[in-house]
RNA sequence: GGUCCGUUGGUGAAGCGGUUAACACACCAGAUUCUCAAUCUGGCAUACACGGGUUCAAGCCCCGUACGGACUACCA
């Protein structure tokens, strides 16, 4: 057989030969030690917490080593394409600030040089490395259709043999040339198939950047290189791209372990260096007991959009992802707890070999440590973004007085404390807890400790009693008066001493009142909420609690 | 079914042959002359999946078992 001819045959219109592209994409000029990392995601609409995973690492391996990273679109299955998917994309990585220094809808002023960075587009590449695999009898035309693949592979698993085409079973193997010149005339569909020349009996050690030495074996399955459409599967499309745009480090999620084996035999077969790889393990999740892999259509949490819409500041949902890519990240930051999170130096080698479980909790504490750093006018620039992206109509509420929300998140971040308050998690939760100073979105669930009658009459005592320009002391000494008079304990030590002396204690009092003016149990000191407040809105919060409570509302 | 990967307390996770197995989160208790989800102090846990073996010595090496996961598509 020719395989020149059969090549020429396959390909008419393929003029461009993988030296030509060697050419058109030469090495790097970068440092030695610089590594080229790349994302490539699929365009099927969903981004997740994995995606974001992975190109952390990447961009930090890329970066911190004066490389390069890059994304590539890999748009190759045309039943799962996605409309707006790649803004989607795009716009994820924006917002939690991932940069990219080139690929697909990335601005460089450098120029993309290594682009087209959307697999579709490339596809003339692919047909040329596939001409010449051709040419070289390491690839061939097979025309067995969907149903008798089906159908060999029901044959297989009843033998319980390895399904696939390979061996005995890749009957397109070693065809005719006239026959296959037949078929191409008549039009007949055909994939392109790797002539494969494995054992998968033959075991090799390989080593993974992450998991470190494992056991590979041979390929033997004659793998599709083209499908009918004359697009590239993911595996080839890897082996391509991959070596033309200079990929130093191939990270990816450990699902591509089984696959290895092809790609290891299609960078032989293509003649391309081995770029390192790492697989990079599974985020988990806990669900009744059982550690299982994070699913898309029941944990909203995967999905990066959730982390968005509560506001959840992207900062700090990085630092967390850190913690999980590196063991030793969390010391590091507990000892530079103001670096800037670039200033880490990140192995590969100490990410983590077994699936990560994702944990809200710790997400949570991190996420309050690291907005409690930050000063008011920031968080207040923060919630600014988030509520016009979110909620656009509250914007006057919360925004019409700046000077009047300011105070209140001094007073919710304890910036004058010693050391800060940690209440603040992410946007949508700290406005849930400041609503109260806001009267067009203040909805008290008054939940009093003593009974109605003595509350209304601790109120209207304190109403009484009220004078704006006491200060805190003064505030609390009334408080104590007003104990005293309802038989409550004024001073906790007494109470505990002699509790049944008392009906209540000092305390419980405060509650009373705090509970009147912001329905909450626990608020930021009463004295300076109701000095932010002002006097106006104090009693009428107040007397607002006194009608409810007389059964008026 | 086959191949590969993994298994340290409630959770993340260090330790890679040699004292009481770090650290962090969570949790619990006490403290805090107003609460608290904040802060301080203290504590907690039947943690090295199981069974063999190698060794003076094993979480760490070897073998087996169990369990979990991934792959096994003209999907990535």
Redesign the pocket.
Known sequence: MNNQLLADLLYPNITKTPADYENIYPKRALDDNAEVMRI???PTGFIHLGNLYGALADERIAHQSNGVFFLRI?D??N??LVKGAVETIISTFDYFKIEFDEGAEVKNNNGNHYGPYYQRQRTDIYQAYAKDLVRKGLAYPCF???EH?KQQ?TKQQEL?I????YGPWAVCRNLDFELIKANIEANK?F?IRLRSNGD?KI?HSFHDEI??D????ENDQDV?LL???G?P??HFAHAVDDHLMHTTIVLRG??????LPIHLELFKALNHPLPKFAHT??L?K?DNG????LSKRKDPELSLDYYRQLGYHPDAVKIYLM??LN??F??WF?KNPDADITAFKFSVN?M??????F?L??L??IS?TFLSKKEPEEIMMYLKNFVQENDASKMDIYFKDEAYLLQILNLGM?TNLK?????YIYASQILA?IAYYFDDVYQPSYDFIFDKSLCIKIIEAFIANYDHRDD?AQW?DK?KAIATQFNIAA??NDY?NNPDAYIGN??EL??VL?VATTG?????????IMQIMQEKRVLTRLHQALDTLNGKM
Do not use: H
């Open positions: 490539a995601p699929s890999e190759t299955d039943k799962r067995c259709d969907e693949l592979r319980k390895t399904t696939g085409y569909s994939v998968p075991k998991k470190g494992i056991t590979v074996i599709i499908k009918a459409d697009i599967t993911y450990e699902e591509w372990l089984g696959t393990s599974q988990m806990m059982i550690k299982r892999k913690t999980l063991w030793n969390e010391e507990l100490k983590g070999q077994s699936g990560a479980l944990d909790d710790k949570n504490n309050k304890g050391k800060r308050r940690k209440d807890s805190n609390f408080l001073e906790m505990k000092i305390s405060a509650e705090r909450y149990k626990n608020t930021p000191d009463l004295w300076s």
